[in-house]
C-alpha cells in the first residue's frame, strides 16, 4: 500500500502562484508514475500533469502546459506542482496519484485533495 498526502492549497489572485506538495509513504517502490488530477464543483476529476518515476518523464494537459511544472524529489518521495499565471478556472480540489505500471490505465492510489482557489 502507498499512502499520499497533499498539502499546499489555498487561495491566490488570478496570476499568482501556488505550489503544490504530495508527501508519499508505504511501498513507494511499487510506483511507476504519479500525477496530479483535479477536480472542480460539478464537473469529472481531469488529469492535469504526470511524471514517470525511473527517468523524470513529464507530461501535461494542454490546458496547464507553460504554466505548470511537475517535479519531484526522491529523498523525499515528494511529489511537487508549481503552479504559475493561475486562472480563476483552475479552482478546482487538486488530487495526488500513483500508478504501479506505465503506461498508467489506471491509478492505484490516491491523497485526500487539497482545495485550491483562484479569484478573479
Known amino acids: 500500500q502507498v499512502q499520499l498526502v497533499e498539502s499546499g492549497g489555498g487561495l491566490v489572485q488570478a496570476g499568482g502562484s501556488l505550489r503544490l506538495s504530495c508527501a508519499a509513504s508505504g511501498r513507494t517502490d511499487s510506483m511507476n508514475v504519479m500525477a496530479w488530477f483535479r477536480q472542480a464543483p460539478g464537473q469529472e476529476r481531469s488529469f492535469v500533469a504526470g511524471?514517470?518515476?525511473?527517468?523524470?518523464?513529464?507530461f501535461y494537459a494542454d490546458s496547464v502546459k507553460g504554466r505548470f511544472t511537475i517535479s519531484r524529489d526522491n529523498a523525499r518521495n515528494t511529489l511537487y506542482l508549481q503552479m504559475n499565471s493561475l486562472k480563476p478556472e483552475d479552482t478546482a480540489v487538486y488530487y495526488c496519484a500513483a500508478a504501479k505500471i506505465w503506461p498508467p490505465n489506471k491509478y492505484d492510489y490516491w491523497g485526500q485533495g487539497t482545495q485550491v482557489t483562484v479569484s478573479s
Open positions: 511524471i514517470r518515476w525511473s527517468d523524470s518523464f513529464t
